[in-house]
């Protein structure tokens, strides 16, 4: 009967084990999925951000949020060929703004 009663307590000991070795197998395949997943998450943010940088410089250089150009001065025409040296140029007028 002695034996019996060892037979049983080696086989509780191998299926405590076992169960041991199964959960020290799933908390490490946990911990490489949520590295993994981590890293992907990073990398998809980034994108994101990335993105959102380069429709935004798109639509203020290029798009319809890019600024009006301003009026600038036109300088006078010059003087004609048959004027003498030394007559005064007339000064460059600004156009005013709209």
């Known amino acids: 009967m002695a034996t019996r009663g060892k037979d049983r307590q080696t086989r509780e000991q ?8 199964a959960r020290v197998e799933l908390h490490e395949r946990r ?18 951000i ?13 798009g319809p949020g890019a600024p009006e150009p301003a009026p600038s001065s036109t300088p006078a025409p010059s003087a004609p060929a048959t004027e003498a040296p030394g007559t005064p140029v007339p000064e460059a007028t600004e156009t005013p703004a709209s």
């Open 14 to 21: 191998r299926a405590r084990a076992r169960a041991h070795q």
């Open 31 to 48: 911990g490489r999925r949520r590295t993994r997943d981590n890293a992907v998450a990073i990398v998809v943010g980034l994108i994101v």
């Open 50 to 62: 990335l993105g959102a940088i380069g429709v935004q410089t798109a639509y203020f250089v290029a």
